[in-house]
């Protein structure tokens, strides 16, 4: 994963991207998220970690409301075309084997799915499935948000340690 922030990150700067935008678009993208996003700013980049912290949640936070609010509605228009609907109900069927946590722990599942930082869970994630599950939205966007701030303070703490274990 260092090496596709990495990737990005030189390519968003040498087309004049300034280093908070590329941590905010890092942070803004599926998969990579605020996780990757705070990683670059403090070990890539050397940003203050408080302001990395600050863009990174920003950007991890900004999509959530739109998946909550559109999703349902895009996947049933992409199930209709030829060769686009295989990866959604992929997508859909992947991401709904993770309703155990949801349907064994309620709202605090989805607080747990989103906070510990893992391949697979997060902010996106997180929003897809409690749109697929149809819970409430603005009891989920909350949930989420905290759930991405916590995974973001988690993140936080490793990249300080990692800067210093292999920069310090």
Request: hydrophobic share 55%; with cysteine; charged share 15%.
């Amino acid at each position: 994963m260092q090496e596709i922030c990495q990737a990005i990150q030189e390519f968003l700067s040498a087309h004049g991207i300034p280093d908070w935008l590329v941590v905010f678009i890092i942070s803004l993208m599926p998969i990579l998220e605020c996780r990757l996003g705070m990683f670059t700013a403090i070990v890539l980049l050397g940003m203050n970690p408080f302001l990395g912290f600050v863009i990174s949640f920003l950007g991890n936070i900004l999509p959530i409301p739109f998946i909550l609010l559109l999703i349902n509605k895009i996947f049933e228009l992409l199930k209709k075309v030829p060769y686009i609907n295989k990866p959604i109900y992929w997508l859909e069927e992947h991401t709904l084997k993770k309703k155990d946590k949801i349907d064994k722990y309620g709202i605090w599942g989805l607080l747990l799915f989103v906070a510990i930082p893992l391949p697979g869970t997060g902010g996106w994630t997180g929003a897809l499935l409690a749109s697929l599950l149809h819970l409430d939205r603005k009891k989920s966007f909350g949930v989420i948000a905290v759930g991405v701030f916590i995974a973001g303070l988690i993140i936080t703490v490793l990249s300080l340690v990692i800067g210093a274990a292999v920069f310090g």
